[in-house]
């Protein structure tokens, strides 16, 4: 996990949301 600042709130490790549309969010997750 890398660490984004501000811009990131992660509610648990394998959740965190971004201000980035939702198919870059899953990209960057890995969920594709």
């Excluded at 996990?1 to 971004?18: I, L, R, S, V």
Aim: proline content about 3%; some cysteine; overall charge positive.
């Amino acid at each position: 996990m890398e660490n984004a600042g501000g811009d990131m709130t992660c509610y648990d490790w394998f959740f965190c949301t971004k201000k980035l549309p939702k198919e870059e969010v899953e990209k960057k997750l890995g969920k594709k």
